[in-house]
């Protein structure tokens, strides 16, 4: 059985950081893409970082672009997604994914595999 779960989100003030951390069980970690979904109140779930089951290529939404970073460690079958400069239009619940890399930067919810259960990321201006 399949079990992914995420942790980290929380509630900080614009500027501030975060780092998600999602884990995973009952698969091959290292051989799944994988990324990060968000969906705002009132909004469609969207990709926002995705990675190659190897590391070797990275995909982040423009509006993440040099604030967030992706990173996986096989061995720990972990994943994560460190939250820089957070904006108030970063509210969203986060949402870990497998994901084929591209399904992941299209944004397509429905290819998606596996899903966490959420993790809320509140930002206050």
């Known amino acids: 059985q399949v079990q992914v779960m995420e942790s980290g989100g929380g509630l900080v003030q614009a500027g501030g950081s975060l780092r998600l951390s999602c884990t995973a069980s009952?698969?091959?970690?290292?051989?799944?893409?994988m990324g990060w979904f968000r969906q705002a109140s009132g909004k469609e779930r969207e990709g926002v970082s995705c990675?190659?089951?190897?590391?070797?290529?990275?995909y982040y939404a423009d509006s993440v672009k040099g604030r967030f970073t992706i990173s996986r460690d096989n061995a720990e079958s972990t994943l994560y997604l460190q939250m820089n400069f957070l904006k108030p239009e970063d509210t969203a619940m986060y949402y870990c994914?497998?994901?084929?890399?591209?399904?992941?930067?299209?944004?397509?919810?429905?290819?998606?595999?596996?899903w966490g259960q959420g993790t809320q990321v509140t930002v206050t201006s």
């Open positions: 994914a497998a994901a084929s890399y591209a399904a992941c930067s299209r944004s397509s919810s429905q290819s998606v595999a596996y």
């Open positions: 009952g698969l091959t970690f290292g051989l799944w893409d």
């Open positions: 990675i190659m089951w190897s590391g070797a290529s990275t």
